[in-house]
C-alpha cells in the first residue's frame, strides 16, 4: 500500500512575479482555498496518511500556515465564529500528517525528492507536482490502484499536449498498452526539442516512484538548465530494468505554474 507522499514546495515561483515575490504560489487562493489544500485533499482521499514537504527558509510561510494554532486559539476564545471553528479544524487535520523538510537551493526536482530519503518507509511513494492540479477524478487514486494492480510497477500520469509545446514537459515514449488508459513506458526524456521528441505524451506532476530512486539520485548528474531531474533518474531505472506505467488520467488537468494558468484555472475551479 501507499501511504506517504511527498511534495516539492520549494521552488521561487517566478512564472507567478508579482505574486511570489514576498508570498508562495502554494498559498495563493484558487477559489477561496490556498491550492496546496487541493493537492492535500486529494491525497487525504487517495488513503494518503504521511505527506512530506520540501520548503526552503524564503518559503517558511507553508509551514507558518499549518503551524498557527496559538493565533487561531485567541481568536476563538474572543469569537464563537463556526466557520473559523470549521477552519481550524481542516487546517488541525493537515498539521498532524505534515512533517517539513529543507531544499534550500532550488537545485531541481531530484535533489527535492533526495531530501526526503530518510523519511520515506516503504517500497513506493507518492509524488505530486502542486503546479499541477487535478480535477473532477482523483489522479492520485487511480494510479495507486493501477500500482496496486501490478505490484512492482512506478507510475506516471501523462496527457497528451499539443506538439509545438513539447520543449516544456517531460515526454514519454511508449513502449506497447496496458489497456484503454495505461500504457508501458519504454523511454521519458526532459523538455526535448520540437523535433526530438518521442512522442507528445506528456509527464504530469504525479508520480508512483520506487524507494531504491534515492541510490541512483545520490549520482544524478545536473541535466537541462544546470538542474537535477527527476526524469533523469526515471529514465535510468527504466535502463535498469523497472518497470514503469503511463497513466491517461480521467480528471481535469490545470496548470497553476505561470500567471496565466493561474488566472484561466481559478476561474475553471470556481465554476465547479
Ligand atoms: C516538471 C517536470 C516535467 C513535467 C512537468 C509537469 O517540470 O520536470 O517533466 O512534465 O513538471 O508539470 P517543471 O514544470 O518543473 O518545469
Request: hydrophobic share 25%.
Given at each position: 500500500m501507499i501511504k506517504q507522499a511527498i511534495i516539492p514546495l520549494?521552488?521561487?515561483?517566478?512564472?507567478?512575479l508579482p505574486l511570489t515575490s514576498v508570498f508562495p504560489k502554494e498559498l495563493l487562493p484558487m477559489n477561496g482555498k490556498p491550492g496546496i489544500e487541493y493537492i492535500l485533499d486529494e491525497c487525504i482521499e487517495a488513503g494518503i496518511k504521511e505527506v512530506i514537504c520540501i520548503i526552503s527558509t524564503k518559503k517558511k510561510l507553508i509551514k507558518n500556515y499549518f503551524f498557527n494554532d496559538n493565533f487561531y486559539k485567541k481568536i476563538m476564545k474572543k469569537k464563537k465564529d463556526n466557520r473559523i471553528i470549521k477552519e481550524y479544524k481542516k487546517i488541525q487535520k493537515y498539521k498532524k500528517m505534515i512533517r517539513f523538510v529543507y531544499?534550500?537551493?532550488?537545485?531541481g526536482t531530484g535533489d527535492a525528492v533526495l531530501k526526503t530519503k530518510s523519511y520515506i518507509k516503504d517500497k513506493f511513494f507518492l509524488m505530486l507536482l502542486p503546479d499541477d492540479l487535478i480535477i473532477k477524478k482523483n489522479c492520485s487514486k487511480a494510479m495507486i490502484s493501477i500500482h496496486n494492480r501490478k505490484k512492482d510497477c512506478s507510475v506516471i500520469a501523462s496527457m497528451k499536449v499539443p506538439?509545438?509545446?513539447?520543449?516544456?514537459w517531460g515526454i514519454f515514449l511508449k513502449e506497447?498498452?496496458?489497456d484503454e488508459e495505461n500504457f508501458y513506458i519504454k523511454d521519458v526524456i526532459e523538455k526535448p526539442e520540437i523535433d526530438k521528441?518521442?512522442?507528445?505524451?506528456a509527464v504530469i506532476g504525479r508520480y508512483i516512484l520506487p524507494k531504491q530512486i534515492f541510490r541512483n539520485l545520490k549520482y544524478q548528474k545536473k541535466g537541462k538548465g544546470g538542474e537535477i531531474h527527476i526524469t533523469d533518474t526515471i529514465r535510468q531505472l527504466i535502463i535498469d530494468g523497472h518497470k514503469f506505467i503511463g497513466h491517461n488520467f480521467k480528471g481535469k488537468y490545470l496548470d497553476c505554474g505561470t500567471m496565466h494558468g493561474y488566472i484561466r484555472s481559478s476561474k475553471e475551479i470556481s465554476r465547479i
Open positions: 520549494a521552488g521561487l515561483g517566478t512564472r507567478l531544499q534550500n537551493k532550488p537545485l506538439k509545438k509545446t513539447v520543449n516544456r506497447k498498452n496496458l521528441a518521442p512522442s507528445n505524451n
